[in-house]
Each structure stands twice: as structure tokens, then as C-alpha cells.
RNA sequence: GGUUCCAUAGCUCAACUGGAUAGAGCAACUGCCUUCUAAGCAGUAGGUUCCAGGUUCGAGUCCUGGUGGAAUCACCA
């Protein structure tokens, strides 16, 4: 529809002011609700062509419009705003195209193979809060590439080496006593992350001393035994010592299959794991590639470095002086691996916007190195979580564990559904399936509604709503929906005649709407738009449904257009929701 | 200090990328279950969009300056 009424206006500049626009300039807006039909066109931009007051040139733009489609019932202007209303045929005939159709919302014109990487986890903590909103983000924006038609590789780069791995090897090895998640009937990444902090504790406990005893800061700091046996053990690791492997591997197992749990629990997965030990090596060839082609220079100490100073950025350190690879090494090899293995077209890393500067520099090194690919990599940048009082900080105990939240999602739903009292009939496991997916489903929505870019501030004494603008209400309205379909099996057929309420055309408008905020929330990576579209989309329907009658309606006609109704909306849940992460449940 | 980002109702968030009288939810208040699920619906109240200028038919949105906050500027990742 849209495109036929821009050409409708095309042609009326053309006939009536003999002026030339292009279908392309032509912008239609859905009309402001408050006041009366569906699509607007702001003929503000255009007086200079008119030549007469605002109202009078909407005039005679709405009188051609309305000559040319017979779809549109009527036009209104008020000021410049020209507002277009539709026959209730054309939403009838349109409403019954979707019930027909294979799928709801159109594909990508120029499908796209696209990387999407995302959780990026430590094997040294379990998950926070932090990476729970990571996971989230990064497997719902693959899941909405992937259903506007572009074939989505989804990635996970797990930092598995470094000082900060074997400070809880370290710790292990010195204080557990053989402790295993067996044993402890601790989970595995739990088990290895309370080593983490255990060594954190020792070492400050260590350099309290140290200073006690009459050292400086930095002294102690250099002389500290416990740090000293952990660099020590990542050298040891470097060269390939086979107890360090051995307890490295034993660790690592232990917080994989932890992981492998808590991403089973929330929903997500991957196609394929990078692993940083078996990647960080990588990108030293083509730094002394690009060495030697004059790209990178090599100072005195014989450090290599990338000159960003004509980009207005600094030098940026590529390789010690000692050849070990830093950060950026390791993310340039990465990179190429990645595009080796894939050959995608754009290869989008969801990581937070404290590395904005690093994925700056990453690509523009990419640049210079010649990389063809260097122009699809993308920088997800979202906010960060943070609690009232800051950042959170694993080591002090300052977190919000994505297990536990998840537990506490799962007790709260139960808890707010034994109060409503409607679930008589179902089986305890269906049940526990149900506050599975009420609590995870007010979790995922309360950190996918806010738009990715901005940082979250979650206050763990205020609990996540259960009711207003959350996942609940989603799914309580998809649920009602399902009730109301359970007592229909005949098949459908639309009378065009029907004359609509305000919340039917409302409801209808508002699916026609899909298409392009599928297309804008691909265009900006942001499941929020979904969210929002989402929530609408439940709010339309529930009005609507308070509204009418649907089963009881006057006539058959209308019991039937209002079902079909129904039976789009539960569809458009259910899109959109799994494009969430959501799942819905058939009662509650 | 340099660079970048942010500031909207008491709180949490929107505002279709420059459009109409800035909208939702929570919290408060008022109605609505003999009817397909009231985890809902309808309504009341709540705003100098941080401040001061500028651009234009029109600014929460763009530009300049200021205030307040955050991130980053590692031979950490």
C-alpha cells in the first residue's frame, strides 16, 4: 500500500504543479494517534513547489490521492499533515492475506552472510548479569538477521589463556585440597571462579603484609610470591609444560560444561567456538607481514607498532619486544581466521562499549593491512550493566551471578502464578516448565525492551516486574489468545463488507507495521525495536479484546474476522517473541 | 589533561532518525470480572526534555558554549 500511495502523490505533484519528485524522496509517517487514519504525508518540505499555504496544497494532494486508489476512504488535513484513512475492505483483505501467508514480514533484498559473535567469555568466573544481557543481545540480533533472510554464523571467542586463568589455577592448586564439582556439588564455573577470588584474597592478604613488614606498595607488589608463581605458571604454560596443561585442561572442562549449562538454560548457542589459546599466535604473521611491507614500523627495543597518528589516534604496540602477542595481535589473527574460515560479509562483534577504542583501532588497522574484509567488521557496542553502586567486580563479590538471577526468576514467577490460581490441571512438569518460561521471559524482555547502546543500571533489591510493559504481559496475552483459539477449529473466510471498531483497524494498522521495523531492527542491530513492536502489538490486542466480544460476536462474519484476528496476533507473538529468545506458554 | 558517549515524569524506559498537544510501564488515585484468562481494560494526576544561545516553516532530536556523569587513552584482556 505504501508504495502505491507515494506514486498516487508522485503523480498528483505532477499533474496538479507540473514539479517532479522522486518515489524515493516521498516520506509517509503512520498518523499520530490521536488523530483520525492510518498514513500521513508532511507536505511541509514541499510549499516551495506548491506555492500556496500549507492546507490548501494537502487539499489538493489528498483530493488526487483519493481519485487515483480506491483503497483510500478518505483523507483530513490539519496544518501541513495530510492524513490518509483506508477502506475497512482493504484491512479485511489485507488481514486475510496474512492469515494465508507462509511467513509474517518480508526478507532481506540482498541477502547477506553474516558473523555475529558474541558472550566472549573468561574460563576464569562464571557468568554475570553482564554477559546474561551479551547472550541475550547477541542471539537475538542473529536471530533477527537470520529471519529477514541473511545466513547468520554465530560465534563465541572464549579467553581461555592468560594471568588471569592461571591466578585461579594457581589458587586451585595451592588451597582446594583436590576439590572437584563432584565433591563439592559446586558447578563447575563456580568452583573455578571461587579459586579466582580465593587468590585475589591471598594476594592482597600477601601484599598487606609485605607493606606491614616496611615495603612500599610497588615493592611489594614485584616481590609478591603468589604473583611471581603465577607468572610464572603462564610461562610454564606457554612452553607447553604438561602438568600446567593438565591442570589447565581439568579447569577449563570444568567451567566449559558449567557454561554449557547456564547458555542451555538461557536459550542461546553457537555454531562454532574460537578459542583464544589456539588463536593468539595467529596474528604475529601478519603483523611481520605488514612489517615488512612498510605498513608497521619496529622501534630500537624491537617492539612493532601500527603509526595511527595520521587518524588522529596514537601508536598503537603490536608485538613485544620479546615477540609475545598482545590483545590486538591476537584479535587481528582472529579476525583473518574467521574471515578464512567463513568469508562473511559482515562479521558483527557484540562486545561493550568499553572497547570502543580498541575496535577502532582493530579495524583500522585492518584497513591499512589491506584486509578486504576490514569494512564489514562491525563493533556491536552496547552498555554495560552496572548496579547502583558501579561497576560490577567479580573479585570483590560485587555481581549479580546468572545463575542465581536465574533462580530467582524461576521462584518469583512461581510465586506470582500461585497467587493468580489458574493453572489447575497441570502436571508438575508442566509446571516447572511454566515458571521456566515466565521467569525467563520477563528476564529476557526487561534487558532486550532498552535499547542496546544505553547502559542498564539494575538494582537487585527491586525485583523484575511481572506486570505493565514485561515479557509476562507478552506472554499472558499470547496465552489468552490460545484460549480463545482452543474453541475454534473451523476454517476462516473474511467478509469484505464488515464495518470495523477503531481497536480492530487499530490492531490490523499496527501488523502492518511489521515489515518495517523488522526492516529497521535489522538496519540497527537492535532487538529493542522488536521488543517495543512486540509489546504494542499486545497492547492493541488487549484493548481490542476487552473491547469486543469475539466467539459471542453478532454475526458469523464477525465472529470469524475477529478470530482470524486472533489467530495473526498469536502468530506475530510467537514471531516475535522468538526472535526474543521467549517462549510462550499455552496457559498461565 | 585529550578523545568518545550519556542527561526526557518520583523511578524504569519510548518518541518511526527534523514533524502535530513529548508517550508507555511502575508507584498513587477512580471505575470495570454472572460473559472467550482482571498477570487485563478504561480513566485521573504527574514535564522549563540538564542550562544558555543558534540553524528553520518546525528542535527532545542538528550546531556552538557551559554544567553534571561515564568510558577510554596499558608492553591487561
Partial sequence: MIPQLKQAIVKAFSTEFDHTVSVEEIKIENTNPQ?????????FPYLRVTRKKPEESAEIIGNAVVQELTEIKDFNVVKGFLNFSLKDAYWVEYLESLTQAKRLGTTADKPQKVMVEYSSPNTNKPLHLGHVRNNLLGFSIAEILEYYGHEVIKVNLINDRGIHICKSMLAYQKFANGETPESSGIKGDHLVGKYYVEFDIAHKKELAELVAS??????????????????????KWEKGDEETLALWNKLNNWVYKGFDASYSRMGVSFEKFYKESETYLLGKKMVMDGLEAGI????????????LTDDGLDQKLLLRADGTSVYMTQDLGTADLKYADYGMDTSIYVVGNEQDYHFKVLRLILEKLGKTYASGVFHMSYGMVELPEGKMKTREGKVVDADDLMDEMYETAKLRTMEQGKTDGLSDDELHGLYETLGLGALKYFLLKVDPTKRIVFNPSETIDFQGNTGTFIQYTYARCKSVLRNWSDSLTFDTSLELEPTERDLIAHLFGFDAKLEEACKLYSPSIIAQYLYDTAKFYNSFYNQCSILKAENQSLIQFRVGLTAVTVRMLETCGKLLGMQMPEKM
Fill in 35 to 43: 488523530f483520525e487514519g492510518s498514513f500521513t504525508f508532511v507536505v
Fill in 214 to 235: 616496611g615495603m612500599s606498595e610497588d615493592e611489594a607488589k614485584a616481590s609478591s610470591t603468589l604473583m611471581n608463581e603465577a607468572r610464572e605458571m603462564l610461562g
Fill in 296 to 307: 608497521l614500523f619496529q622501534k630500537e627495543d624491537g617492539s612493532i607498532w601500527a603509526d
